[in-house]
């Protein structure tokens, strides 16, 4: 039985995805993403831990080592809020909605970008800004 490629599948089904726009999203080609999800090769484990990444689910969810596909909670605050960014990113459909795809960003006007612009930087401000310790120096 093939945990890794059945697995493989159905997250990409769940997640709406072709073979060709899964090879895409990670750098392959749909014939490997099928050789993966066919059991007839194995993804190195960048690959698989790009998979996990993508998926919100854990290598060792994967890899059949365990049936929960939630990892557990991290203390490393970076990676759940990469996790939490990923997350929206998916839920939101942005991956589909070509939010990366630089040939629809050429087509902003100057006001569009710097309104993206001043999005960004009222967002890291935010986070700066809860991120500040007591005490310190906010100058």
Do not use: C
């Not at 006007?109 to 993206?116: L, M, P, Q, S, Y």
């Amino acid at each position: 039985m093939n945990v890794l490629g059945n697995r493989l599948k159905k997250l990409r089904e769940r997640h709406n995805l072709t073979q060709e726009r899964a090879g895409e999203i990670f750098g392959l080609t749909k014939y490997q993403i099928h050789r993966y999800e066919s059991g007839t090769s194995n993804p190195d484990p960048d690959i698989i831990n790009k998979f996990a990444d993508y998926y919100g689910v854990s290598a060792d969810y994967l890899l059949g080592r365990t049936d929960d596909p939630n990892p557990p909670e991290s203390d490393n605050e970076e990676l759940g809020t990469l996790a939490r960014i990923n997350q929206l990113i998916k839920e939101y459909g942005i991956e589909q909605m070509g939010f990366f795809d630089i040939e629809k960003w050429k087509h902003l006007t100057e006001d569009e970008i710097r309104e993206i612009i001043q999005h960004f930087e009222w967002v890291a401000h935010k986070a700066a800004q809860k991120n500040k310790s007591p005490g310190k120096d906010t100058e």
